[in-house]
């Protein structure tokens, strides 16, 4: 876990912290089935378009950070998106998952 988070830019942490603050359900039902039967996914648009999106991250620089997290096994590619659809969706993976909660338990426990 600790090569996958080194290196990153705060950028790509601000993508993550907008991740987990605009997609709530998509982390909890990440492991799960969604309602629909599919995993809920991420894409650049929605992130962008996120009321959390406080510090106005364009889209470019949000579809590299997910490219990047992509690339770090943090999210995965969601191949039916290349199907008839304008731009790239992901979804979380259980590393994801894993790191998120590491980091509410380290600031529950500094509280």
Do not use: C, W
Not at 64 to 77: H, T
Not at 83 to 108: N, P, T, W
Request: hydrophobic residues 40%.
């Amino acid at each position: 876990m600790v090569r996958r988070v080194e290196g990153l830019s705060n950028t790509d942490l601000k993508v993550m912290a907008l991740i987990d603050a605009s997609a709530d359900s998509i982390i909890t039902l990440a492991a799960d089935e969604g309602p629909s039967g599919e995993l809920l996914s991420i894409s650049t648009q929605s992130l962008k378009r996120s009321p959390h999106n406080k510090g106005d991250l364009t889209r470019l620089v949000i579809a590299e950070s997910l490219a990047d997290l992509a690339a770090r096994g943090f999210l995965i590619a969601d191949g039916t998106s290349r199907v008839g659809k304008a731009e790239e969706s992901y979804r979380v993976s259980q590393s994801f998952i894993q790191l998120m909660d590491r980091a509410r338990a380290r600031i529950k426990d500094s509280a």
